[in-house]
């Protein structure tokens, strides 16, 4: 039987190896431009333009107008469909005059169009959409650890399986925002509202493996009473390992063939959520239950203490 909790440093080593360079690009990131993660419109503020097209064959495709964008200056773009003819645009502050530009280049492009509204997206409703998704997680982090405490309370130490849910939970929000910012500096990606949507769907899937990890250590424990704890543990994630693997791979191959083969506008979020899908999956494997290895033994009792020297 692979010994999963034994080797339980090694998977922490390895969480930290994909943490730091993240944590890394984030300071950088934000010490040259004042913002962690490099922010899309919908929290810096901008223009939202919606425009109607017809007898368009093959439909308007928002890989093509996000060209036309840049070409007219506005790199920094996010462009959606809604329904059959029905273009969203949103772009960085659009005057007038580059307004009459763009619509021309379209209208060049398309034919003509309907411009169904135009509206200016302010920086303080992007700020105001931030502050309600950190509260989001936090409250998702409170209720996680009330839920535990109570459904384990049964249980010996009820309020770690809590504790140790959460910090597998915050491990999965470090790697997607770690990776996030790496991407931005690599790809030029910036965090939008989709991106908090992926966020949020992670931390979902995170806390429902780690969740069949506990239940079953939970019911492991009355079958195994006297049993070494670390032992209990390891056995009872062996015994979910096909469930936990069978379940993320599906979910996995759905995302990673959406990535490969769906459309430019979603890439970004698909991707984002495949990353923190893998992530959850690995922190609900490797990391969650084994603090709780760690927290019984107490182990942090001995990792700064020197080795005394065997005596003759």
């Keep these: 039987m692979f010994d999963i909790v034994g080797k339980r440093y090694w998977f922490f080593a390895l969480s930290m190896l994909v943490i730091i360079p993240g944590l890394v690009s984030i300071g950088i990131h934000w010490a040259q431009t004042g913002s962690p993660l490099p922010l899309a419109i919908d929290f810096t503020g901008g223009s939202s333009m919606e425009l109607q097209f017809k007898g368009v064959a093959g439909g308007v495709q928002p890989a093509d107008v996000q060209v036309i964008l840049a070409q007219n200056g506005f790199e920094d773009s996010a462009v959606q469909t809604s329904g059959v003819d029905t273009v969203l645009i949103r772009t960085e502050e659009m005057d007038s005059t580059a307004k009459a530009k763009v619509q021309d280049a379209l209208k060049s492009?398309?034919?003509?169009?309907?411009?169904?509204?135009?509206?200016?997206?302010?920086?303080?409703?992007?700020?105001?959409?931030?502050?309600?998704?950190?509260?989001?997680?936090?409250?998702?982090?409170?209720?996680?650890l009330i839920y535990l405490w109570f459904a384990f309370r049964q249980v010996p130490n009820a309020f770690r399986y809590g504790t140790a849910a959460v910090i597998a939970m915050f491990h999965d929000v470090f790697v997607v925002l770690g990776l996030e910012s790496i991407f931005g500096f690599v790809f030029g990606w910036q965090v939008d509202s989709l991106f908090?949507?992926?966020?949020?769907?992670?931390?979902?899937?995170?806390?429902?493996?780690?969740?069949?990890?506990?239940?079953?250590?939970?019911?492991?424990?009355?079958?195994?009473?006297?049993?070494?704890?670390?032992?209990?543990?390891?056995?009872?994630?062996?015994?979910?390992?096909?469930?936990?693997?069978?379940?993320?791979?599906?979910?996995?191959?759905?995302?990673?063939?959406?990535?490969?083969?769906?459309?430019?506008?979603?890439?970004?979020?698909?991707?984002?959520?495949?990353?923190?899908?893998?992530?959850?999956?690995?922190?609900?494997?490797?990391?969650?239950?084994?603090?709780?290895?760690?927290?019984?033994?107490?182990e942090w009792r001995t990792w700064f203490r020197r080795q005394q020297p065997a005596t003759a």
């Design 196 to 298: 908090l949507t992926a966020l949020l769907t992670v931390i979902g899937f995170s806390v429902h493996d780690t969740i069949v990890v506990f239940d079953r250590i939970r019911e492991n424990m009355i079958r195994h009473r006297g049993q070494d704890f670390g032992v209990i543990v390891n056995h009872s994630i062996i015994q979910t390992l096909d469930r936990s693997i069978n379940t993320q791979m599906t979910v996995m191959f759905t995302l990673l063939a959406m990535v490969l083969f769906g459309g430019v506008t979603t890439r970004h979020f698909v991707t984002i959520l495949l990353l923190g899908v893998f992530s959850g999956s690995y922190s609900s494997i490797f990391n969650a239950a084994s603090i709780l290895v760690v927290w019984e033994n107490r």
């Design 109 to 144: 492009r398309y034919g003509a169009f309907t411009e169904l509204s135009f509206d200016a997206v302010g920086p303080a409703v992007g700020a105001e959409v931030a502050r309600a998704a950190a509260i989001a997680v936090l409250a998702a982090a409170v209720g996680i």
